[in-house]
């Protein structure tokens, strides 16, 4: 169901796609072109796609949304990677879209590739920017991470005008983040199926939350599916860091969206 914004043909719809308990913000250019789906890293909203989008420009069909308790979305009480997998399957039924491309920065990445393993018919490629299939998991790694959201809880509110916190207490946000580890930690498989092509856009150094080259460590678990799934391939390794990648190397993720669409030969299909 969806409380409709603009929907006036070819132009670009806004409006609340509603799942589960909650309803999310989303945008839709419309139009003809091949339709990319962006989904965002784990507590930020659709901002930070513009500079990317705005480079591919008006021949693909651009679908941005807000996560559960992000950006113009509204709180629900699933914060899990299943319930954000369920956002992907009801954006795109409320969009009328059965092949998309989907780009996902670090979180958003991790979702595209496992939206993509269970529906491996309705996938047209992966886009994904700077995500690995490593995770802190354990105990430890658990701690660590409570550790580091009750640190910033102070922080999180401030963050939130900019697009980079959730509306989520910061147990919650950690909770967020050891969901995602763990599933990240468990991607090699995964990866390692994928029929579609799959690009890699990689960062160098470290982000927020971590150190000691311990972002590059992850990004060397992709190497055991770069060997075994020719269908993955790095696009690019770009100099700016996880936080700043979609600011600083837009173009090479907008490159890597149109190099992923050659490779599936452009069989992107706007609608059902």
């Not at 401030?158 to 995602?180: C, K, T």
């Not at 060397?220 to 190397?249: E, Q």
Request: net charge positive.
């Amino acid at each position: 169901m969806t409380r409709n914004g603009i929907s006036r043909a070819g132009a670009t719809w806004k409006g609340m796609v509603a799942v589960d308990d909650t309803a999310l913000a989303v945008t839709d250019t419309g139009g003809s072109g091949s339709p990319v789906v962006y989904l965002n890293g784990a507590y930020a909203d659709h901002r930070p796609w513009r500079p990317v989008i705005d480079d591919l420009g008006d021949g693909f069909r651009h679908i941005t949304f807000d996560g559960r308790a992000r950006g113009a979305s509204k709180r629900s009480s699933d914060y899990s990677f299943e319930a954000a997998l369920r956002d992907v399957d009801a954006v795109l039924a409320a969009r009328g879209v059965d092949r998309p491309l989907l780009v996902g920065w670090s979180y958003g990445g991790i979702l595209a590739w496992h939206w993509a393993d269970r529906h491996p018919d309705r996938i047209v490629g992966v886009v994904t920017v700077d995500a690995a299939p490593c995770g802190l998991t354990g105990e430890e790694g658990r701690e660590r991470i409570r550790k580091l959201f009750r640190r910033m809880r102070f922080v999180l509110p401030l963050a939130r005008p900019f697009g980079m916190a959730a509306r989520m207490s910061a147990d919650q946000h950690a909770e967020v983040n050891i969901d995602a580890n763990e599933v990240a930690a468990a991607s090699v498989p995964v990866l390692t199926r994928l029929t579609c092509p799959v690009r890699f856009i990689l960062a160098t150094g470290d982000g927020l939350g971590t150190g000691n080259g311990e972002m590059e460590q992850a990004r060397a678990s992709l190497d055991p599916v770069l060997a075994g799934n020719p269908n993955v391939k790095v696009s690019a390794k770009v100099a700016s860091n996880h936080d700043k990648i979609l600011r600083r190397d837009y173009r090479a993720v907008a490159a890597a969206v149109r190099e992923t669409l050659d490779a599936a030969g452009g069989r992107g299909a706007s609608s059902r």
